[in-house]
């Protein structure tokens, strides 16, 4: 069953040690974060899904992380070789702000063979180190929580946009005849470009992607996102849509109602935190 559906950026900025004081900036998304946290912890999901924009994209596949511990981040002391997905905020000068958890291998497993059967490609990458564009909604998510969850992470490919949500239904056929409470999160900033100051340069066009995707996601238009202009989302060097694809294939199997907790871009990114409402 699903029992959590959520859309989350992913700046490390929002981690206070990270952002010291330009985490005044971004209130209004860290106040979204902790109801958000609110809403997982009544989920209590076995298993999260964190679909990412940040891991090894491949162009021509979507890739599903299958854990194996590299040199560089050695293997915690008790932890399974093999089975555990690990990282931490070094490369944000925070090594200390590390997490961890179990993935979950037969539903690993059963994603890959049934995207398989229906023709969708995907590969197992051999790879245990989670980037920032899944810890760092964990570490909000979690940090209420008793139990924690296993954890399956997805990274989106360079393929149409059709075939990311034909993969989200395939997850969502799955997680509907699940025993299991699972947690499915689209990981993924909007717009890159929204202020002359912004990381990927400006365009006007940034803005009117971030509209229109709050508004499209406000009134449940899924039609309206998925036919989106091929031109506004290459200029608005968004990093979230393929993501939010995913989600909404995953969603397509249960009823529910979008819920905007926040949007705001206060260094020039689109950063929308979204609640999905399962009735």
Known sequence: MLSFA?????????????????????????????????????????????????GQIHSDEITILFPSPPLALPLPTGK???????????????????????????LTDKIKSSADQDGIPTVLVKASELDHGVLVPLYHLCQKITKLPKLIVITYSLLDIKTHFAFGQIIGKIIKTSPDKIAVIASGDLSHRLTPEAPAGYSPRGQ???????SLLTNNNVSGILYLDANLIEVAGECGLRSIIILLGVLSSFKYSPQILSYEGPFGVGYGVVNFNLN
């Not at 009117?208 to 709050?214: G, H, L, M, N, T």
């Open 6 to 54: 959520s859309i989350c950026p992913h700046p490390p900025i929002i981690i206070p040690e990270i952002g010291g004081t330009q985490i005044k900036k971004c209130q209004k998304t860290i106040s979204a974060m902790k109801k958000l946290a609110d809403y997982f912890n009544v989920a209590k999901p076995d298993t999260v899904i964190v679909i990412t924009p940040h």
């Open 208 to 214: 009117e992607f971030d509209k229109k995707i709050i």
């Open 80 to 106: 399974r070789e093999g089975n555990l997905l690990y990282g931490n905020f070094y490369q944000f000068g925070h090594p200390e702000i590390k997490i961890q958890l179990n993935n979950n291998s037969k």
